[in-house]
Nanobody, 122 residues
Framework: QVQLVESGGGLVQAGGSLRLSCAASGRAFSSYFMGWFRQAPGKERSFVAAVSWSGGSTYYADSVEGRFTISRDNTKNTVYLQMNSLKPEDTAVYYC???????????????WGQGTQVTVSS
């Protein structure tokens, strides 16, 4: 098992930046494919970004491509989401998740953090 704890959320103006962190504990962090998802009020939880086990490959939702960057540091058991050029529509609770499989599908992720709120004001 792995335990995930997100941090770094907050309130930011449109056009601003935030960096989310997700600290993992438990089973070997490098054995997990890591993803970020988000859920806005009244909407389903959706894929944002994912990073492969070594960090060499990354994947993004079309809505964040070019603005968000996912990365991981296996020596620190941490995955990051750098969010730039934020828009009001990025407002959501952001969740870190882990799976042992290559996937961008929510149902394939086995472990989830508690979420961190990101609010972007216009």
């Amino acid at each position: 098992q792995v335990q995930l704890v997100e941090s770094g959320g907050g309130l930011v103006q449109a056009g601003g930046s935030l960096r989310l962190s997700c600290a993992a504990s438990g089973r070997a962090f490098s054995s997990y494919f890591m993803g970020w998802f988000r859920q806005a009020p009244g909407k389903e939880r959706s894929f944002v970004a994912a990073v492969s086990w070594s960090g060499g490959s990354t994947y993004y939702a079309d809505s964040v491509e070019g603005r968000f960057t996912i990365s991981r540091d296996n020596t620190k058991n941490t995955v990051y989401l750098q969010m730039n050029s934020l828009k009001p529509e990025d407002t959501a609770v952001y969740y870190c998740a882990a799976t042992t499989r290559w996937s961008t599908a929510r149902r394939q992720y086995d472990y989830w953090g508690q979420g961190t709120q990101v609010t972007v004001s216009s």
